[in-house]
């Protein structure tokens, strides 16, 4: 699976922002498969953590879908 780093800018419910180390925003919805919560987004967006994401393309959305987050 694809992975992207960057730093999270935006979080909301089961989505979030991830701005690449390019400047370039792209767009997450968290997997029904991962152990993370929509209260776990919160703090990374706080912190502006950087994360590595791994992800697969989303079906029917504008977006990817978030496989795995971890921090970096």
Partial sequence: M???RGIVTI???SRFQLTDEDGVAHL????????AEDDDLEPLQREQARIRV???PARNEIGYLAERIERI
């Fill in 2 to 4: 694809p992975t992207m």
């Fill in 11 to 13: 979080a909301q419910e």
């Fill in 28 to 35: 997450f919805v968290l997997s029904p498969h991962m152990l």
């Fill in 54 to 56: 791994t992800y697969s």
